[in-house]
């Protein structure tokens, strides 16, 4: 029986339009046209929605070569859709619905992740990452392994803080709660720095993601690593203190679906 994906919706209202899409897609001349319309429908700005899940089989069609359409792009749509589940779905809500295409869509990742060489840059590298961890169910580092800043508070004194992992040498950077809205980019200048960890006290998730990427030459990405799970000082009141712990606390107090509430003054951003 077709599928009636009229019972779906996406960024611009109902999804019947979807099987139209994932046709044209396979079409050399409406491909990049439709591509873009689907992945702005199904990922909009970050946003997903039920047609979103629902378009995980198809997509995992694409990208194992079932149906037409450009394979590369079908798995980061579909990685890019797990990766956000957690705005709305508790960690395993994919698998349990589409456990064939989440399966197949993380062998590719994988596989992607081990081709020599891997097709893309660091930022890349460090994407497919994610989409692996959102195809494996972990929660909260499915959107946290980008060189990005990370809103944070000092455990101490909850100074809201900036982990600037971005910046070189990644840095602490105080944060205004006030004005985060009003100026994307003036963000401060740097206050203390990010001591990194050696790889052998990585955490198991972290020595795992570690060795993929020593293993696939990605340098900049291992060393990014060993920051992102590394300790900062409070520039307020100095102590330092574990940088991954206070980027999960603040992942899981303004994600309802992680229900947890270990750091209520970091909310409001969904
Ligand atoms: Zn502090």
Redesign the pocket.
Known sequence: MPMDWSRFEHAYGSAADLPQLLEQVGDPELADEAWEELASALYHQGSVYTASFAALPALADIAADRIPGDRRLALLLAGRIVSAEQQVHEPGYVQTHYPDAVAELHGLTLQGLRAEPFEGDEEDYLYALEDLLAFEGVPVWRCCLLRNSYEVQ?P??S?HLKIDLYAQPPCTRRLDPNERVRFIGDQGPPLTGIHPTVPADLPPLGARLYAMAVEAGQSTVAEHLTHLHGRAT?P??TPEFSVPQQIEAAVRSRTPTLRATTNPACHGEQ
């Open positions: 000092c101490a004194c100074q409070c307020d009141c």
